[in-house]
Structure formats: structure tokens, C-alpha cells
């Protein structure tokens, strides 16, 4: 269901379609958080997906927050040499570059 959730929710995204998309992103989160506790992969993916869902919308702060969050499980539970692990580090860099353009 999480997953199903997520998958409706960037396509809501990428039609800009924030205000639907973001509900079911913290639905997502939260089932998963409940299931599988605060330290698991997939919640990281669900906090990577809620912080791409910000940064479309310049909360850059928020977005900051939730890969940092992200980053810090895979880091831990994945290593740092993993795909996921990689690719939130790399969602990361691109943040802090949209937050320095920005400034």
C-alpha cells in the first residue's frame, strides 16, 4: 500500500499536483515508520521521496531535514558504498546547490 501510495504521489508531483501529492507522501512515511520502525531503508525512500516533493517547491529547509534524515539510515544500515545510500548523497548536493542559487 506505502509503495502504491508513493507511486500515486510522484506522479502527482511531477504534475506539480503538490497539494494531492503530499498527503499521500506522509501517508506512505507513516505506514511505513509503523511497520518497520524509524530505522529501516524504505523508510529512508519515503523520506527521500517527501524531501524531492519539497525541494519542487523551494522548502528547502524541510527538504534539507528529511535527506539528511534519510542519509544518516542508509549511511548506517546500508553503508556508504550502497546505490540508495549514493543517490540520497547525491540528492543532497543538489539541494545545497538549488539553496545556494537561491541565496
Request: aromatic content about 6%; some cysteine.
Amino acid at each position: 500500500m506505502a509503495i502504491s501510495l508513493s507511486s500515486l504521489a510522484e506522479l502527482y508531483t511531477l504534475q506539480r499536483r503538490y497539494g494531492e501529492a503530499e498527503p499521500l507522501y506522509q501517508q506512505a512515511l507513516q505506514m511505513r515508520q509503523k511497520l518497520l520502525g524509524d530505522e529501516h531503508p524504505a523508510v529512508a525512500t519515503s523520506l527521500h521521496n517527501l524531501a524531492f516533493l519539497y525541494k519542487s517547491q523551494r522548502r528547502f529547509q524541510e527538504a534539507e531535514s528529511l535527506l539528511l534524515k534519510a542519509l544518516a539510515i542508509c549511511d548506517r544500515l546500508l553503508g556508504p558504498q550502497h546505490p540508495d545510500t549514493i543517490s540520497t548523497r547525491k540528492s543532497l548536493e543538489n539541494l545545497k546547490a538549488a539553496m545556494n542559487r537561491k541565496s
